[in-house]
């Protein structure tokens, strides 16, 4: 008899958590453009900085999530996430948004790296990760739709 199926429901909300960041990007970078004060080139350098530390706790951990287990990852993934993207939506200091996204970005790659790899170890994996495409999507989407109601600021993105 083979063992019962885990659920599929956690990954995908790490994934969406994990994911969510790299959909609102251009939200986050255009907010910093007309909010902070940066050039728009300086706002594509907080933004890429965000996407290459993301890449980076992804590529570190990929490998590794089998050998530590996925809770632990998980919850440091998360919680970098809560406190880097935190940091960024309570501070308009650049220095101060520009570490919150390194962090939030670390563990954003860190939960997404987590997730897939969970993702990839279940029964039927596709079916998995298009719930989890599906559910980064529409929380972004949704998102995207009930942002610009409720003000401007670089904030927001971040809290959000």
Known sequence: MSPRPRAAWPLVAVFTAGY????????????????LGLT???AGLV??????????AGLALAGRVERYGARRPARVGLLLVT???GCASLTATV????????????????????????????????????LGLLSVSATAGALYLT??????????????
């Open 20 to 35: 969510l960041a790299a959909y609102l990007l251009p939200t986050v970078v255009g907010r910093l453009d007309a909010h």
């Open 40 to 42: 728009t080139t300086q």
């Open 47 to 56: 933004g890429s900085a965000l996407l290459l530390s993301s890449a980076c």
């Open 83 to 85: 406190l880097g993207y």
């Open 95 to 130: 220095p101060l948004v520009l570490a919150g996204v390194v962090v939030g970005g670390l563990g954003s790659g860190t939960a997404t790296a987590v997730a897939v790899a969970g993702i990839a170890a279940q029964r039927d994996p596709h079916r998995t990760s298009s």
């Open 147 to 160: 942002m610009p109601h409720l003000g401007g600021g670089h904030r927001l993105p971040f809290a959000s």
